[in-house]
């Protein structure tokens, strides 16, 4: 009967161990930020090649104008990827 428990035991304790394991993993899995090239298949109504602030939406829009360096109302490629990179969430504990 003690044999049995601590198998019991055990089993629960390496259950709770590969649960714990496998939901860090999908805490560190995290989705690269998108490509310039997929912002415009998703949001480049006109095909321009560029962004304008009425065609995009999400965090890029709250920062346009940062990201927008030359002010000319559209953001290109170019400034995309000089743009300054967002910082993560903060963790709270």
Do not use: C, H, W
Request: proline fraction near 5%; hydrophobic fraction near 35%.
């Amino acid at each position: 009967m003690n044999l049995k428990k601590g198998m019991l035991v055990l089993v629960f304790i390496l259950g709770s161990v590969v649960v714990s394991t496998a939901q860090s993993q999908n805490k560190k899995e995290r989705k690269a930020p998108p490509t310039f090239a997929q912002l415009l298949k998703e949001m480049d109504a006109n095909e321009d090649g560029k962004l304008a602030e009425k065609e995009i939406k999400g965090p890029l829009k709250e920062n346009f104008d940062t990201v927008d360096a030359d002010e000319d109302g559209y953001i290109t490629e170019e400034e995309f990827k000089k743009a300054p990179k967002p910082k993560g969430r903060s963790k709270k504990k």
